[in-house]
Nanobody
Framework: QVQLVESGGGLVQAGASLRLSCAASGRTFSSYTMGWFRQTPGKEREFVAAIRWSGGVTYYADSVKGRFTISRDSAKNTVDLQMNSLKPEDTAVYYC????????????????WGQGTQVTVSS
């Protein structure tokens, strides 16, 4: 059974950093794309960043490019999102997802999701 478990969220001030981690288990993810999305009440899940597990190619939303970095650790089966220079508009529940086929940017392409972790950035 596939499990994705996020951790690392919290409450920080604008300009601070946080590191989110997603622990993946239950299968081999070498053919998967791992993504981070975020969601605020009443809005659709929004793409943040993704990484191809095999090869490590990365993708970012324009709103986080240059501030966030996604990485994966194959030995630990984790996918991390380093978030620097956080802004109040980054406040959301952050979800880790795994997509076997299909697009990187569309949350509907993702087959598995974690339970989410809250990130709150105060001004």
């Amino acid at each position: 059974q596939v499990q994705l478990v996020e951790s690392g969220g919290g409450l920080v001030q604008a300009g601070a950093s946080l590191r989110l981690s997603c622990a993946a288990s239950g299968r081999t993810f070498s053919s998967y794309t791992m993504g981070w999305f975020r969601q605020t009440p009443g809005k659709e899940r929004e793409f943040v960043a993704a990484i191809r597990w095999s090869g490590g190619v990365t993708y970012y939303a324009d709103s986080v490019k240059g501030r966030f970095t996604i990485s994966r650790d194959s030995a630990k089966n984790t996918v991390d999102l380093q978030m620097n220079s956080l802004k109040p508009e980054d406040t959301a529940v952050y979800y880790c997802g795994a997509a076997h086929y299909g697009g990187v940017y569309d949350y509907k392409s993702y087959n598995y999701w974690g339970q989410g972790t809250q990130v709150t950035v105060s001004s």
